[in-house]
T-cell receptor, first 112, second 116 residues
Framework: DSGVTQTPKHLITATGQRVTLRCSPR?????VYWYQQSLDQGLQFLIQYYNGEERAKGNILERFSAQQFPDLHSELNLSSLELGDSALYFC???????????FGPGTRLTVT | GNSVTQMEGPVTLSEEAFLTINCTYT??????LFWYVQYPGEGLQLLLK?????DKGSNKGFEATYRKETTSFHLEKGSVQVSDSAVYFCALRGMNYGGSQGNLIFGKGTKLSVKP
C-alpha cells in the first residue's frame, strides 16, 4: 500500500459526459501528479500540482482540468468525454519535485 | 525532448532463467533513471533507481546500471520467479535550469511472463 488513495476505482460513462476523479496524497506529500495510461499512448504525464499551485503541465487536453485543494487532495476533471479518453488514470504524490513518487491504484475510466 | 525507449514485449521465460529488459533514453543534462513494476490490477511500484552515471540500482535481485556513454539503463535479474510476472516500465526524470523536474517520462512497458 503506497498510501495514495484514488476514487472511484472504476467509472463507466457515456460520450459527452463529465467526470471527476479524486486523489488523496500520502500524508506529508505536497506534490500531486496525474498520469494517463492507455494502450496506444502508454503512460503519459498530464499535470503536477504543488501545495495548491500548478507546477508543470504535460500532454493534458483542454477538456481536462485539475486542481489541488487546501487539504492537498486533488481532483482531475474530464469533460466532453470521447471514446479515446478510456484509460487508467493514476495519481502519484511526492514530498517535492525531484523526490520519489508514490502511485495510487488508479481509476479505470470506460467511455461508451 | 526527453524520451525513453524500451524493448517491446511480451517476454516469456521459464523459472530461474536470466532476464534482461533493454532501456535507452534521450535527455539533456543528467536525468535520474528508474524502473517501475506494475503487477496485475495494481498501481506502479518503484523497483530501483539511479541518479548519476555509473550508479547501480538494485532491489529484490533486480539490477540496472546507469550508463551515460550508451544512454542505457538495462534491467537484469539472474534467476526469475513466477512471482516476477508483471509489466516493467523504464522511466526518467529530467533536469532543467531550476533543478530536477518533477514528472516522469515512461517507456511503453514490457510485459514479463514467467512459467513454472
Amino acid at each position: 500500500d503506497s498510501g495514495v488513495t484514488q476514487t472511484p476505482k472504476h467509472l463507466i460513462t457515456a460520450t459527452g459526459q463529465r467526470v471527476t476523479l479524486r486523489c488523496s496524497p500520502r500524508s506529508g506529500d505536497l506534490s500531486v501528479y496525474w498520469y494517463q495510461q492507455s494502450l496506444d499512448q502508454g503512460l503519459q504525464f498530464l499535470i503536477q500540482y504543488y501545495n495548491g499551485e500548478e507546477r508543470a503541465k504535460g500532454n493534458i487536453l483542454e477538456r481536462f482540468s485539475a486542481q489541488q485543494f487546501p487539504d492537498l487532495h486533488s481532483e482531475l476533471n474530464l469533460s466532453s468525454l470521447e471514446l479515446g479518453d478510456s484509460a487508467l488514470y493514476f495519481c502519484a504524490s511526492s514530498v517535492e519535485s525531484g523526490y520519489e513518487q508514490y502511485f495510487g491504484p488508479g481509476t479505470r475510466l470506460t467511455v461508451t | 525532448g526527453n524520451s525513453v525507449t524500451q524493448m517491446e514485449g511480451p517476454v516469456t521465460l521459464s523459472e530461474e532463467a536470466f532476464l534482461t529488459i533493454n532501456c535507452t533514453y534521450t535527455a539533456t543534462g543528467y536525468p535520474s533513471l528508474f524502473w517501475y513494476v506494475q503487477y496485475p490490477g495494481e498501481g506502479l511500484q518503484l523497483l530501483l533507481k539511479a541518479t548519476k552515471a555509473d550508479d547501480k540500482g538494485s532491489n529484490k535481485g533486480f539490477e540496472a546500471t546507469y550508463r551515460k556513454e550508451t544512454t542505457s539503463f538495462h534491467l537484469e535479474k539472474g534467476s526469475v520467479q513466477v512471482s516476477d510476472s508483471a509489466v516493467y516500465f523504464c522511466a526518467l526524470r529530467g533536469m532543467n535550469y531550476g533543478g530536477s523536474q518533477g514528472n516522469l517520462i515512461f517507456g511503453k512497458g514490457t510485459k514479463l511472463s514467467v512459467k513454472p
